[in-house]
C-alpha cells in the first residue's frame, strides 16, 4: 500500500495563475483533509472532507476550492494563486473509528512568486 | 475553540542526553485524542502516539514514553538517550472524539537537534 500520495511533489506558479493539487489514498478511509504549514505556524486546516460528497471549511479557506471526487482522490485547486499561498501543502486521511489517527501524505511545495 | 502550545521552540541536546519536550492543550470537549507526529529534515509528517483522554496511564515504547496528566492539561514526551537520527521538529496534536471529521489542531512544533 502506498498510503496517501501527492502530486506534484515542488511547483513554482506565478501570481495569478490557477493550479490543482492532487491527493489520493489507498486506505479505503472516508474522512480526508488538506493542511497548509508555515514557518513557525505549525500546520493549519485548510478544508476537509468528512465522507464521499461532502466538503468543509477549515480554518484557513480563503483562496482554495476543493473537490472530492472520490472515496480514494481529494484535490485542491488555488484559482489564482497570491504569494501568500507559498507554503507547504499536505493531504491527510482517516477512518471514523475509536482510533481517529490521520495519516500525511509526502507533502507539495509550492512557490508563488 | 482548541488550542495546543508548544513553548519550546528549539532544543539542542548532546547524544545520549535524556529530552522531554512540553505540549499544553486547551480543549472544551470532554473528549479528545491527542497525538505527537515526527517531521524529519525529510519533510514528512510520521505518526508517533495516539492517546485518548480517557486514558491517563503513561506508556512507555522502546526509548519514547509519554507523560498524560489532564489535570494539568498536558502530554509531554520524553526521548531516553537521543540519538542523531532523533533531530526532527516534533508537533503535538489535538482533536475531539465526537464530530463529523477529526480536525486536528497542531501546536507549532519543536525542533529538535541532537548533536554527536
Known amino acids: 500500500n502506498a498510503g496517501v500520495t501527492q502530486t506534484p511533489k515542488f511547483q513554482v506558479l506565478k501570481t495569478g495563475q490557477s493550479m490543482t493539487l492532487q491527493c489520493a489514498q489507498d486506505m479505503n478511509h472516508n474522512s480526508m483533509y488538506w493542511y497548509r504549514q508555515d514557518p513557525g505556524m505549525g500546520l493549519r486546516l485548510i478544508y476537509y472532507?468528512?465522507?464521499?460528497?461532502?466538503?468543509d471549511k477549515g480554518e484557513v479557506p480563503n483562496g482554495y476550492n476543493v473537490s472530492r471526487l472520490n472515496k480514494r482522490e481529494f484535490s485542491l485547486r488555488l484559482e489564482s494563486a497570491a504569494p501568500s499561498q507559498t507554503s507547504v501543502y499536505f493531504c491527510?486521511?482517516?477512518?471514523?473509528?475509536?482510533?481517529?489517527?490521520?495519516?500525511f501524505g509526502p507533502g507539495t511545495r509550492l512557490l508563488v512568486l | 475553540a482548541q488550542k495546543v502550545t508548544q513553548a519550546q521552540t528549539e532544543i539542542s541536546v548532546v547524544e545520549k542526553e535524556d529530552v522531554t519536550l512540553d505540549c499544553v492543550y486547551e480543549?472544551?470537549?470532554?473528549?479528545?485524542?491527542l497525538f505527537w507526529y515526527k517531521q524529519p529534515p525529510s519533510g514528512e509528517l510520521v505518526f508517533l502516539i495516539r492517546r485518548n483522554s480517557f486514558d491517563e496511564q503513561n506508556e512507555i515504547s522502546g526509548r519514547y514514553s509519554w507523560n498524560f496528566q489532564k489535570s494539568t492539561s498536558s502530554f509531554n514526551f520524553t526521548i531516553t538517550a537521543s540519538q542523531v537520527v532523533d533531530s526532527a521538529v516534533y508537533f503535538c496534536?489535538?482533536?475531539?472524539?465526537?464530530?463529523?471529521?477529526?480536525?486536528?489542531?497542531f501546536g507549532s512544533g519543536t525542533q529538535l537537534t541532537v548533536l554527536p
Open positions: 472532507s468528512a465522507s464521499e460528497g461532502t466538503t
Open positions: 480543549t472544551r470537549d470532554t473528549t479528545y485524542y
Open positions: 496534536a489535538l482533536t475531539p472524539s465526537s464530530g463529523s471529521a477529526r480536525q486536528l489542531t
Open positions: 491527510a486521511s482517516s477512518e471514523l473509528n475509536s482510533q481517529e489517527t490521520q495519516y
